[in-house]
């Protein structure tokens, strides 16, 4: 928590692996900034867990991997989705999420 004097960027060359055999990979193409976002980090927000190490919390992006899981006809490697990230993490470079966390973008 805290103001952006708070914050630290971090570089990582390394692609993330799959949290879950249910998960997409996604690379991240497009990220927002919202007011949930604004209000965690400032002062925290008592109705969640502490602000995640990677804010962001909706992201635009293309599927890198797919889980062993995932139904082969739902999502292929290189569609592109939207994804809601109750965790944060939407302004990494990377983000594994549930599939049932991505839409199919036109």
């Known amino acids: 928590h805290g103001g952006v004097g ?3 960027i ?3 060359d390394d692609v993330p692996t799959l949290k ?3 998960h997409l990979l996604i690379k991240v193409e497009a990220s927002t900034v919202s007011s949930k976002d604004c209000v ?3 002062k925290g927000d008592p109705s969640t867990p502490p602000s995640p190490p ?3 919390f909706h992201a635009v ?3 890198a991997a797919i889980g062993s899981k995932v139904p082969p006809k739902a999502f292929a490697e ?3 989705v ?3 990230l109750p965790d944060g993490g939407g302004n990494a470079k990377y983000v594994s999420v549930p599939r049932t966390a991505a839409v199919l973008l036109p």
């Open 6 to 8: 708070n914050m630290v």
């Open 10 to 12: 971090r570089q990582y």
């Open 20 to 22: 879950d055999t249910d």
């Open 40 to 42: 965690i980090r400032l």
């Open 54 to 56: 990677i804010p962001g």
């Open 61 to 63: 992006g293309t599927i």
């Open 78 to 80: 290189g569609n592109r």
């Open 82 to 84: 939207a994804v809601l």
